[in-house]
Every structure is written in structure tokens, then in C-alpha cells.
């Protein structure tokens, strides 16, 4: 089927691929698998030896490959009949994407195509924070809960499903993890959308926040019969009360259905330490606090969306099941280990100011704080609060090292009696070891960077990798 639909749609067509990451590459190799692979232009800013044995592998198949070149402009074929597959971190009018566009060219990706043509009923994740962890507690209540088919996790997360159309039928349910970047061009075939929040964040890439908005907005389309929204975010309120998709808000820190101001629609709140699901009438238990093993009250509402996307599809049950048994996604608080009463955790994934807080509120002994990296254009003032009430000490190093010291020296004078010790350091194995030496029995070690990893490492699996060896060889 997969084969077969590439060549009746792309057979007189120039194929483009725009960047060779994690969502290109498969479908480089589909385009191949279906005769098409001498149609296929790869274009990156790497060099064809940076692209490793796949890039090699594809080339010996007839696959051409522009190399270290800004790959959205001067393109060397005929746009007029291409189709684009854009990789998420490139702009959709970035370079000459919009001229191409003007011409003829149809711009896409792994993901859009994917969800155009599955089968497959889909439930969509998008947010600033928490998204990978909703997607993830979404697909584990499905498995553990869903009888009609398999269940899938991709998008954002894990791997493409680009490759798997053929295995995907109509009874399966895929959950999407989707960034605002794969969310800007796309139609939502999404029957049930969540958005866990909406933050400052990625405003380096986006023109500005209501850009960024907009995109998230997108999660939620003409086949979303359900759409789930965190009532305590301004941007969802905004969305909230503009459209007429039925919804159910959600919020850890409301403890009725009035307190909620749910205005018609379903809500999820917390009152001793349940979870509960009403519409203003009635109400129902979906969860006792106390069984999800994750701290946090962001995993709380975590839980609570997860719930919500899966009510009525899953068995109720399913949700304590997971809840007691899972223990977290890698780079998200994970626990790497206690040395000399110390715990040290992996939190690499928080590349914003507002995970850094979330996570950071999850402790009740100050701990010490590895924080900096890349940063996004986001404001660091509302972290350095943080910092100062919950925070024992704290060492900033990377690119955002400049920004984290003047955050907190600009809101010194609010903590005079604070005792916060500041640090600076560079070599990301020196802040490890001072972080050692600085952190008493009892408390922790927090590495929650608050920005992105690429000024040093390749992604954030990486940072945090690097962090578990460094903490196990102490």
C-alpha cells in the first residue's frame, strides 16, 4: 500500500528532502524501497561524510545529495512538480520555500503525510512542558487498557511511523507527540487533542509568542471530537472559550467543578488526593494520587490528561495499573543514583525555565542546580525566583550562563537573607563534581539546564548520558 501510494503520487515528481534527521532518513528509504530513489534529492548543511552510513547507503541507491549548502535555497531542480518533506526544525517560509510553494510545490513531512493516510484513529499531544510524558502515559493506559487494536506512540517521540502505513489499520490508535514546529503546516486529523500548556518557549525559532500559540492551536482540528485543555494557562483559556469542539479542562490546583469554571465542559480537578472527572452534576473518581509513583504535581496533571484523552476508550482501571507500575520517561527526573545520602538526577529534557521550575518544585530539601546550555529567547526572571525559594545552590554554565547570573543578581534584593550559593562553570564535568561538593547529606543534585543542549551535545539524550557517567564514576 505504502509503495504503491508513493509512486501514484510522486512518480513524475521531484522529490526533496529538506535535512537527513531522525523523520527524513525512513523516508528516504520508502522512496527507495518503492523504485523512486533516483526522483530523491537530499539537501543538509552537513557534509556527506557528516551523514554517516545511511546517507552512503541511499547514495548507492541513485539518491542525490546536496551537501553543506543552506538546504531551502537555490534549489536545483524544478520546483513546479516537486514535493518538499520538510525535517521539523526548518521554518515552512524559511529560504525559498515560499516562491517554491508559489510555483507548484507541495511542502510536507513524515509526519503530515503519515497522518493524511493512516487509517488509524489518532489522539494528539502538544505543549511547552510535559508532552512527552502525556504522550507517553497516553499510549502505556492504551495498551494496558484498549482491546480493539494496537496501539502506537510516534511524532515528536520514538519512531517515525512513516514506514509502518502498511502495518496500520483502521481499529489501531497511534498517539502523536507533536511539536509546535511539525503543528505549523499541518491539517489535525486528530480525533481527540490535548495541549498540556503553552509557555514562552522555542522563541528563537518562532517570529513570537502568538505565532507560537497559533501553532499549538493547530493540535485541534475539524475531526477532534475531544480536545483536553489545562485551565489554569492563559492560552488554553483563550482557546477554550473560542471554539465549539466539546472539551474537558483539566487542573491540579482547582478542588471543584465550580472552582474550575469549566463554562460547559467537562473538568478534572484534585480534592484529597483524587482525581475526579465531572460535567457539573455528577462526579467520578478516576485516580487516587497517591498511586501515581512519578513525583510532582506536573505529573499529576500529566496523569490527568492522559486520563482524559483515554476516558471512555481504555478500561478504567488501566490508569492505577500504569500509574503504580511506571516510573518515568529517561532524562525526565531520573534518578541516577545515591552516593554519601546524596540523589542525583537526570533531568536533561528541561530545555525551558517552566520545566526547570516544575521540576525543581517537586523537592523538599533544597537541592543543587545544574542549569544552562542553549537558550531559546526565554526570560529567566520567574526561574531565578525559583531559585532563590527552593534552591540550595545553583551553578550556571553554557551559552545561557550570562543570562541565569544577571536573572538572579536582578532579583537579589528580594532575598536578602537568602543563603542561595552562586557558581560559574564551564566544563560540564567540573559542575558534576562541584555540584558533589557543595551538596549535603539528605539533599539532591539537579542537572534541569532550563535551555537547549546544542551548545555542547547533540540533543538532550546525549547531555544527559553524559551526566549518568559522570555521577556513576564518582
Given amino acids: 500500500m505504502l509503495h504503491d501510494l508513493l509512486c501514484e503520487k510522486f512518480s513524475d515528481k521531484n522529490i526533496i528532502l529538506l ?31 557528516d551523514l554517516g552510513d545511511a546517507a552512503r547507503e541511499l547514495a548507492g541507491e541513485g539518491v542525490k545529495f546536496e ?74 493506559i492504551l495498551k ?26 483502521k481499529n489501531d490508535i497511534c498517539v502523536l507527540e507533536l511539536s509546535s514546529f511539525q503543528l505549523m503546516t499541518m491539517d489535525s486529523r486528530a480525533t481527540n487533542a490535548a495541549i498540556t500548556n503553552i509557555t514562552p518557549n522555542h522563541l528563537n525559532w518562532h517570529i513570537d509568542m502568538n505565532e507560537y500559540a497559533e501553532a499549538k492551536y493547530k493540535v485541534c482540528g475539524r475531526k477532534t471530537s475531544r480536545l483536553v485543555l489545562n485551565a489554569t494557562d492563559g492560552y488554553c483559556r483563550e482557546l477554550a472559550l473560542k471554539t465549539e469542539t466539546p472539551k474537558i479542562i483539566f487542573s491540579a490546583y482547582r478542588d471543584s467543578y465550580a472552582a474550575l469554571d469549566a463554562r460547559g465542559a467537562k473538568g478534572i480537578f484534585l480534592r484529597d488526593g483524587k482525581i475526579i472527572l465531572s460535567d457539573g452534576a455528577s462526579e467520578e473518581v478516576l485516580l487516587l494520587a497517591s498511586d501515581i509513583k512519578i513525583p510532582g504535581v506536573h505529573n499529576i496533571e500529566n496523569y490527568m490528561t492522559a486520563t482524559a484523552l483515554t476516558y471512555g476508550i481504555a ?40 520545566r526547570t521550575i516544575a521540576a525543581l518544585s517537586t523537592f523538599s ?19 531565578a525566583h525559583e531559585l532563590y525559594l527552593r534552591a540550595g545552590a545553583v551553578i550556571v ?17 528580594d532575598y536578602p537573607d537568602s543563603e542561595l550559593k552562586i557558581f560559574r562553570e564551564e566544563d560540564f564535568e567540573a559542575c558534576v563534581k562541584l555540584a558533589e561538593s557543595l551538596t549535603p547529606s539528605g539533599s539532591a543534585v539537579l542537572l534541569s539546564p532550563a535551555a537547549t543542549s546544542f551548545d555542547k551535545f547533540k540533543n538532550f539524550a546525549e547531555r544527559g548520558e553524559v551526566f549518568k557517567n559522570i555521577v556513576k564514576n564518582l
Avoid at 500509574?323 to 518515568?328: M, N, S, W, Y
Avoid at 554519601?340 to 525551558?352: E, P, T
Avoid at 544552562?372 to 526561574?383: A, F, V
Avoid at 550570562?402 to 538572579?408: F, K, T
Fill in 19 to 49: 535535512g537527513f534527521g531522525v523523520s527524513n532518513v525512513p523516508v528516504a528509504r520508502e522512496f527507495v524501497r518503492a523504485g523512486l530513489g533516483k526522483s530523491v534529492t537530499v539537501r543538509d548543511m552537513k557534509s556527506f561524510d
Fill in 67 to 140: 551537501c553543506g549548502i543552506e538546504p531551502t535555497k537555490d534549489f536545483s531542480c524544478d520546483t513546479s512538480r516537486a514535493v518538499i518533506f520538510r525535517s521539523p526544525g526548518i521554518r515552512p517560509d524559511a529560504g525559498d520555500l515560499t516562491p517554491a510553494i508559489n510555483s507548484g510545490a507541495i511542502l510536507t513531512s513524515e509526519v503530515e503525510f503519515f497522518c493524511e493516510h493512516t487509517p488509524a484513529r489518532i489522539i494528539a499531544v502538544t505543549g511547552s512542558d510535559g508532552k512527552t510524558t502525556t504522550s507517553t502515559l497516553t499510549s502505556l
Fill in 144 to 169: 494496558e487498557g484498549y482491546k480493539g487494536g494496537k496501539v502506537y506512540l510516534g511524532g515528536n517521540i520514538g519512531t517515525p511511523l512513516f514506514p509502518l502505513l502498511d502495518k496500520i489499520g
Fill in 315 to 354: 478500561e478504567k482501571d488501566a490508569v492505577a495499573r500504569v500509574a503504580k507500575t511506571f516510573g518515568g520517561v529517561a532524562h525526565r527526573l531520573e534518578l541516577v543514583r545515591e552516593k554519601n545520602g546524596v540523589k542525583y538526577y537526570n533531568s536533561s529534557i528541561d530545555s525551558s525555565p517552566t
Fill in 365 to 383: 530539601n533544597k537541592p543543587t542546580l545544574i542549569v544552562g546550555g542553549r537558550g531559546k529567547k526565554t526570560p529567566y526572571i520567574e526561574l
Fill in 397 to 413: 554554565t553554557g551559552e545561557t550562563a550570562d543570562e541565569v547570573s544577571e536573572a538572579l543578581a536582578s532579583v537579589a534584593s
